[in-house]
């Protein structure tokens, strides 16, 4: 039924569906938010009318033109950006967006790279995303929110673009790299943190063009063509390098594994070539952290060392240490998120075997079935190590690229195999049904998380839903009063603010500053310890817990109760404190200019 809808039709169904999920938002900030039973089914109501046809068009055994392929996974696409613009349209609300806007916003006022990014020190070595989006605010005179929207827009079009073309160059078949991607789309970060305003979107668009150049260079049969192919895709690990750290990373690890793959199957010439752009890329890597990016090695120490120490606990059978959270994710979810591991897992089963059985002498398809392994890794990392959930959203964007080769030749196998055609339509239905589960995961347990699935009232300390007007306000007033680069001890909520608008230095484990009723001692030296300049509070965080789980930016103590209004009142009544900003809700006290307030706007 659904295979006989023209794309056109489809199209059109999809922006009714966007349409659907847009007016869920419109309910959820008219004051239910997320709690909106009826916001949140008219939400899953539009994702359902957008999802369906498009995946029954491609999974079906009609014929369809590369065309037609196309055209569907850029409706897709085109609709899930437009619903993640939808969810913020006026202006940035994720937290790394906000660090992104800063550096941009530096390097317009000063012309230079590697400007100071206090949010995010490690992102000044890699400044593409704030090159691209500079010249084009220069050529425009775009703000940078708008010029923001645009560029990680067209970069997160041309990434699953350039994966298609990749999977049609590969397996020589649109209709198989067309359910590929309709695969990929599961993977839980795509549609929210892929399409940001942030590094990854832009170098995710130098891997894909990296991939398909590199795997050009090897089948074309003109020495020209390849030559010319492979300067492509030299140029673009250079762009990647320069771009995001861990895209770069992965792109030479996709590159080794294919060399590998393609020696393994006597494919020699493909590995002469990958193994050759895969050492470039690796040398390129080590060069731009020696003699340019040092900081990165102590940037991921921490990650490293959690994971490590999580795997050696799960080993021991001791808990994964795992930090608990206080907003419980509702059984759907978990439901959903079970089921998608099952068929997943299963698909990546079926799918090495149909590799191994049909494929055996095609190395990119066998460097895709190692690579496809690395699922059954990227699950010990979810279930097993702290912030694992989060870790394992973030490797999914490069491990899905594998398992969905994988996935797509074990959904084709099925839908062409004997008994699903004499079964019929009882049997594609279930295929769909259960691709069509995958996909719903990857928007359910990806972001936003469920308790901000629609944006609405202000939650205390928890990621868009903290960033509000009061928020915007006091951070402008920030940079215009207190000029930028102050140490200020803050709440989680407006902290990603203060770095984007404010251009302020805030502190993270500064917790101490708001644990006891009144000015000690203890506190007064842990203060002048951290070098802190000024104090914010916020009278909201007296009355609610934060759905994120803790008050203040770097805190793993999990907050059971609001804070005593005393915690945050005692500033008032310190000695040589000035209380230099206060809308009723947000204050600022000036530790160290001691009684010196500056004149109201």
């Known amino acids: 039924m659904l295979s006989r809808i023209p794309i056109s039709v489809i199209t059109l169904i999809a922006a009714v569906g966007v349409f659907v999920s847009s007016m869920a938002y419109a309910v959820g900030r008219d004051g239910g938010g997320s709690s909106s039973g009826s916001g949140v089914a008219l939400y899953w109501v539009g994702q359902v009318i957008i999802v369906v046809p498009i995946a029954g068009r491609l999974l079906s055994r009609r014929q369809m033109s590369n065309a037609s392929a196309v055209t569907l996974i850029v409706v897709l696409t085109v609709a899930e950006y437009l619903l993640k613009v939808n ?54 005179g775009l703000p940078v929110f708008e010029a923001g929207l645009i560029v990680a827009g067209v970069a997160h079009l041309l990434f699953i673009l350039f994966l298609y073309l990749a999977f049609c160059v590969a397996i020589r078949s649109h209709r198989i790299a067309g359910i590929a991607l309709l695969i990929y789309y599961s993977a839980p970060a795509l549609t929210s943190f892929n399409s940001m305003f942030v590094y990854e979107t832009l170098a995710l ?54 060399a590998v793959a393609s020696r393994l199957t006597g494919s020699r010439n493909t590995a002469v070539r990958f193994g050759i752009l895969g050492a ?50 509702p059984f759907s979810n978990t439901v959903i998120g079970a089921l998608g591991i099952l068929v997943i897992s299963a698909l990546i089963v079926i799918g090495c075997w149909q590799a191994w059985r049909r494929h055996r002498r095609h190395p990119w398809i066998i460097g895709m079935m190692l690579g496809s392994l690395g699922w059954f890794v990227d699950l010990g990392i979810r279930l097993g190590t702290p912030d694992g959930q989060e870790l394992a959203g973030r490797a999914a964007t490069f491990v899905y690229i594998p398992v969905s080769v994988l996935a797509a030749l074990a959904l084709t196998k099925l839908v062409n195999s004997g008994p699903v055609r004499r079964l019929g339509a009882a049997v594609t239905a279930v295929i769909l049904a259960s691709v069509v589960s995958l996909l719903i995961d990857g928007l359910a347990n990806g972001w936003p998380p469920f308790w901000e699935r629609l944006p609405g009232p202000h939650l205390v300390s928890s990621f868009e839903s903290s960033v509000g007007p009061e928020e915007i306000a006091a951070s402008n007033w920030s940079l215009k009063y207190l000029g930028p680069g102050k140490r200020i001890a803050s709440d989680a909520g407006i902290y990603p603010v203060l770095i984007g608008y404010g251009d302020q230095n805030p502190l993270q484990v500064i917790t101490e500053l708001y644990s006891t009723p009144t000015w000690t001692p203890a506190v007064a030296q842990f203060a002048a310890g951290m070098n802190v300049q000024f104090v914010q509070t916020d009278t909201r965080l007296t009355t609610t817990l934060p759905a994120a789980g803790n008050y203040f930016p770097g805190d793993i103590t999990f907050a059971t109760h609001p804070i005593a209004p005393a915690a945050i009142n005692k500033y008032n009544n310190i000695t040589g404190v000035a209380r230099v900003y206060d809308d009723g809700t947000i204050r600022f006290y000036d530790l160290q200019a001691q009684g010196y307030v500056p004149q109201k706007p």
Request: proline share 4%.
């Open 205 to 258: 668009a130098f891997l894909g063009m990296c991939m398909v150049a590199a795997l050009r260079s090897a089948i074309e049969k003109s020495p020209a063509d390849r030559r010319r192919w492979f300067i492509v895709a030299v140029m673009c690990i250079f762009a990647t390098v320069i771009t995001h750290h861990i895209t770069s990373y992965m792109l030479t690890l996709f590159l080794i594994l294919v």
């Open 280 to 329: 470039i890329s690796l040398v390129s890597v080590i060069c731009w952290i020696a003699f340019v990016a040092p900081l990165t090695i102590s940037y991921f120490s921490p990650t490293i060392s959690g994971i490590v120490d999580g795997v050696q606990a799960l080993l021991q059978k001791s808990g994964s240490g795992a930090s608990p959270v206080t907003a419980t994710s």
């Open 87 to 140: 969810y913020g349209p006026l202006g940035f609300a994720f937290n790394d967006e906000f660090l992104h806007y800063r550096g941009t916003t530096d390097m317009l006022m000063s012309g230079k790279l590697f400007e100071t990014n206090y949010g995010l020190p490690i992102g000044t070595y890699y400044p593409g995303i704030e090159e691209v989006t500079s010249a084009l605010i220069s050529a425009t």
